[in-house]
């Protein structure tokens, strides 16, 4: 009856249009934590050990998967906006892969460490260069995993460091990406080109 009353004054909509706002926002800050909370989880679940496998990843020709066996695909190429992430990209320059916080990774193909480090908003992150002006990139690896240095030459599946959760990402994965002439490529025809498909 007073809500009835009220809508019939300019002064009494506002006020009941400001309640009905500040309801929402009161909602959205219960609804939040139901969305961020997983995320937090994952990203505490962080260790600074490697988790213990004897696997190797499959080697075809001189190419192999950056991790070995079974792995939770994340984001993929292209346009991928992360809902509660002001950081992340909204345009994705690489592919999302995830076993565990510090699963082995590996080296997916031949060539030399140009990276081995800290690097731009990636953490942890070692680059390859393969030749034919292709690099790729194994970024947010766990601090103080780092197995190769800046000059090895390496082969593929050569064991480079461990999934983590550093640089700007919330929760334990690979990003992992693929530069032809310094410009992001798609992973997943890249790879599988090679034989070795993505998820």
């Given at each position: 009856?007073?809500?009835?009353?009220?809508?019939?004054?300019?002064?009494?909509?506002?006020?009941?249009?400001?309640?009905?706002?500040?309801?929402?926002?009161?909602?959205?800050?219960?609804?939040?934590?139901?969305?961020?909370?997983?995320?937090?989880?994952?990203?505490?679940?962080?260790?600074?050990?490697?988790?213990?496998?004897?696997?190797?990843?499959?080697?075809?020709?001189?190419?192999?998967?950056?991790?070995?066996?079974?792995?939770?695909?994340g984001?993929?190429?292209?346009?991928?906006?992360?809902?509660?992430?002001g950081?992340?990209?909204?345009?994705?320059?690489?592919?999302?892969?995830?076993?565990?916080?510090?699963?082995?990774?590996?080296?997916?193909?031949p060539?030399?460490?140009?990276?081995?480090?800290?690097?731009?908003?990636?953490?942890?992150?070692?680059?390859?260069?393969?030749?034919?002006?292709?690099?790729?990139?194994?970024?947010?690896?766990?601090?103080?995993?780092?197995?190769v240095?800046?000059?090895?030459?390496?082969?593929?599946?050569?064991?480079?460091?461990?999934?983590?959760?550093?640089?700007?990402?919330?929760g334990?994965?690979?990003?992992?990406?693929?530069?032809?002439?310094?410009?992001?490529?798609?992973?997943?025809?890249?790879?599988?080109?090679?034989?070795?498909?993505?998820?």
């Amino acid at each position: 009856m007073i809500a009835a009353a009220a809508l019939n004054t300019r002064t009494g909509r506002k006020i009941l249009t400001g309640a009905l706002v500040g309801v929402l926002l009161i909602a959205g800050f219960l609804v939040t934590p139901l969305i961020a909370v997983p995320f937090a989880i994952m990203g505490a679940a962080a260790s600074t050990t490697e988790t213990k496998t004897d696997a190797a990843p499959a080697v075809i020709g001189d190419w192999s998967y950056p991790l070995a066996g079974g792995y939770s695909k994340g984001r993929g190429f292209g346009h991928n906006p992360v809902v509660g992430c002001g950081y992340c990209s909204v345009n994705h320059q690489g592919y999302d892969m995830a076993q565990g916080c510090g699963a082995r990774v590996f080296a997916a193909g031949p060539g030399r460490v140009i990276t081995a480090g800290s690097y731009q908003g990636y953490g942890n992150t070692v680059r390859i260069d393969h030749g034919d002006d292709v690099v790729t990139l194994y970024g947010h690896m766990q601090w103080e995993s780092l197995r190769v240095s800046v000059g090895d030459d390496i082969t593929a599946g050569t064991p480079i460091g461990a999934e983590g959760n550093t640089g700007k990402s919330f929760g334990c994965h690979l990003h992992f990406e693929v530069r032809r002439s310094g410009n992001p490529i798609p992973p997943e025809p890249f790879m599988a080109a090679l034989g070795l498909p993505l998820k």
